[in-house]
């Protein structure tokens, strides 16, 4: 019998063992993501699941905004995030509304793919009697989101694009960018900004039903809101999804997926090279992400300089242009 339970207890380390060497080799990380309800949410989960499947990455997402996890970085409790362009310049360059309210360096990260683009605009209801951004003028408008930065700058861009500023509207506040889509579904305010194919968009056209107001498309509207960030174009919004008619035009970019810069070149190089290799997967968990390609990954209107591990990858796909070389010295400066 002494035998048996030797044998037993054998059996029961060497699983131990066994089990043990793959959490040590199992790499956890963690991506930042906004809330419940927002694209970006949608994206980071659908990111976070292929790359989980297809990778010895563990990637768990963080359903807070840019300024949330910012700070995590800096504490390494956060490794990727999905952000605005904008608001990842003025968090690297330490400018407003962060600077010395939360670090007056500034946050080092690093972008390690540009994805798909992101169409943008406000949206009210069909009943609202508003039918262009102009018409928004003395109307109650969600344009402060708190730690919600992106969107803030989003909303500022968006009146911009239309010879407006935060003085032409009622200003509404909330907390973050679905908030702003329910203070619209809940009469509080009359427009709030609009990620459009968002859960809370589809919400929102479900219930009161959605409008989406169209961008101008002309120069003097990529002017206006090009004050409020470089990165701004104006882009075709697709007839058919919530809220959005024919011949309706959205801001956009595309979206960023940046890392901590100090997060080390293999893991970088693992991520990057799982969505490469495996993006044809994304759609099948969100089908927004149809599209979302290698051929866009690497984009010279980022705002934000390349992880190097991005770079060398980039490089050995042999996608690493001329043109590249120099937005990435621009940046570097």
Request: net charge positive.
């Amino acid at each position: 019998m002494r035998g048996f339970y030797q044998t037993i207890k054998i059996l029961v380390l060497g699983t131990l063992v066994i089990l043990s060497s793959g959490w040590v080799h199992a790499e956890r990380v963690v991506l930042g993501g906004n809330p419940p309800g927002s694209l970006y949410n949608s994206i980071a989960n659908a990111l976070a699941t292929v790359v989980t499947k297809n990778s010895d990455l563990t990637v768990d997402v963080l359903p807070q905004g840019s300024t949330v996890f910012y700070p995590m970085m800096l504490s390494k409790e956060v490794d990727f995030g999905l952000v605005n362009p904008f608001d990842a310049e003025a968090a690297q360059l330490g400018k407003d509304p962060y600077g010395d309210s939360l670090i007056s360096k500034g946050f080092k990260v690093s972008t390690v793919l540009v994805g798909k683009k992101i169409n943008l605009s406000f949206v009210t209801t069909k009943d609202s009697g508003i039918k262009s951004i102009k018409d928004l003028k003395g109307k109650r408008v969600v344009v402060d989101y708190g730690a919600f930065a992106s969107s803030s700058i989003t909303a500022a861009a968006l009146l911009g694009s239309a010879g407006m500023t935060k003085d032409d509207v009622i200003r509404v506040s909330v907390g973050s960018y679905p908030q702003g889509v329910k203070a619209v579904q809940e009469g509080r305010a009359d427009a709030a900004v609009a990620s459009i194919g968002s859960g809370v968009i589809k919400e929102l056209d479900a219930t009161r039903g959605a409008r989406i107001l169209s961008v101008d498309n002309t120069a003097e509207a990529v002017k206006g809101a090009r004050i409020h960030g470089s990165s701004w174009s104006v882009l075709p919004a697709k007839a058919g999804l919530p809220g959005v008619a024919d011949s309706s035009f959205a801001l956009g970019w595309g979206v960023p997926v940046l890392a901590r810069a100090d997060l080390d070149d293999a893991t970088v190089r693992k991520f990057l090279d799982t969505v490469w290799t495996h993006h044809e997967e994304l759609p099948g968990v969100f089908g927004w992400m149809r599209g979302w390609s290698p051929k866009g990954f690497v984009n010279p209107t980022t705002s934000i300089a390349y992880h190097p591990a991005a770079v060398q990858f980039f490089k050995e796909k042999g996608v690493w242009t001329p043109e590249m070389v120099k937005a990435q010295a621009r940046l570097n400066r």
